[in-house]
């Protein structure tokens, strides 16, 4: 089987390695895809540089109480790697240096359950930066340590972002594990009953829909239609958005495109969909991410395929926000998924 001659040929390299191997050059030998770095350069945007970092993302750890198909951070239980706290330390002394930096978004794995994530967001809201927390919503309800979360929340004004991938519980159950979808739904009535959802009043909570399959996600705006109107009239929830998230085919989600067989006509999908007004839009034209070790990537996704800033100072030690705004930014083949129709970010759809 040639995705195992693959795999063995390259045995001696990292995961992120036999990954981008696959990006690259595919399964089969007839397999070829026009590269991104040529899509690029036909619309007059390579080199893809900063627009100017404005928000800071921060990944507190792949440790998580779940383990989702989809995920491109392959998170789960079992995960050691955690971010320490003097390299949160650091985080907090490159956000005071650099008022610039509007917004820290902070993700993981379940970013909860880092030791020190309730102290890094009192020490964040001291500095008085907009703050996101990408919550799975069931840590909230794995453990009685986390049941007051909607109120910590609360007490900081966090924007909390969840995942839901359907409003219903086959789809995402059979995405995200038994179980998930009637806890995420008690999740939601804990954080609306503290205040969530509600227009107006600074607590903002937005929801996330990432496709089941080898497909594009629907109309954003079509869509969170839909969400509201059913989680309203079946479980009395209400949320701020929805965001629409295209699966990258990187971790998990490539896994998941190989075995089904799926690999090559996902990419050629997102390669047809192409749209040069979301590569002008682009996330990591706005964005740092910040790795669990402290090292610096251009997006979310350049992290887990280990692909570093191309830049001299690429770990938050050596933070130099003038640099990272002037990099050129690391592409590969996965970029199309941020690119495709209406465009996919950490946001939801950029066009």
């Known amino acids: 089987m040639i995705m195992k001659t693959l795999l063995a040929e390259h045995n001696k390299l990292s995961h992120a390695d036999e990954q981008i191997e696959i990006l690259e050059h595919g399964q089969s030998d007839d397999f070829a895809l026009v590269p991104f770095q040529q899509r690029l350069e036909?619309?007059?945007l390579y080199p893809l540089r900063p627009t100017g970092v404005e928000i800071f993302q921060v990944n507190l750890g792949k440790m998580c109480n779940q383990v989702c198909k989809h995920c491109h951070v392959d998170a789960g239980p079992d995960r050691k790697e955690i971010m320490d706290k003097q390299t949160m330390k650091q985080c907090l002394e490159a956000l005071k240096?650099?008022?610039?930096?509007?917004?820290?978004?902070?993700?993981?794995?379940a970013p909860e359950m880092n030791s020190g994530f309730r102290w890094f967001v009192e020490e964040i809201r001291r500095l008085d930066r907009h703050l996101i927390v990408r919550s799975n919503l069931t840590i909230i309800l794995a453990n009685k340590k986390y049941h007051d979360l909607p109120d910590f929340y609360k007490q900081h004004g966090i924007e909390v972002v969840s995942s839901l991938p359907f409003y219903t519980q086959d789809r995402t159950d059979?995405?995200?594990g038994n179980g998930v979808f009637e806890d995420s739904i008690k999740a939601l009535q804990m954080l609306n009953e503290v205040g969530y959802g509600e227009q107006g009043n600074g607590l903002t909570l937005n929801l996330v829909y990432n496709p089941a399959g080898?497909?594009?996600?629907?109309?954003?705006?079509?869509?969170?239609?839909?969400y509201k109107l059913v989680l309203k009239e079946k479980y009395q929830i209400i949320f701020n958005n929805l965001f629409t998230i295209t699966n990258l085919p990187i971790s998990r989600f490539l896994d998941f495109l190989l075995q089904t067989g799926n690999y090559e006509k996902y990419m050629e999908k997102l390669v047809n969909a192409?749209?040069?007004?979301?590569?002008?839009?682009?996330?990591?034209r706005n964005t740092v991410?910040?790795?669990?070790?402290?090292?610096?990537?251009?997006?979310?996704?350049n992290q887990m395929l280990e692909l570093k800033l191309a830049c001299p100072s690429n770990h938050i030690s050596q933070f130099d926000l003038k640099n990272l705004n002037g990099r050129e930014i690391v592409v590969g083949q996965h970029c199309y998924g941020c690119t495709a129709g209406a465009g996919s970010s950490c946001g939801g759809a950029t066009t």
């Open 42 to 44: 036909e619309n007059n």
């Open 289 to 301: 991410s910040i790795g669990w070790d402290g090292y610096l990537y251009d997006c979310d996704f």
């Open 214 to 226: 080898a497909f594009l996600p629907p109309s954003q705006t079509a869509l969170e239609k839909e």
């Open 174 to 176: 059979r995405q995200r």
């Open 97 to 109: 240096k650099n008022p610039q930096l509007k917004t820290v978004d902070l993700t993981g794995g």
């Open 274 to 284: 192409y749209n040069p007004h979301a590569a002008s839009n682009v996330m990591c």
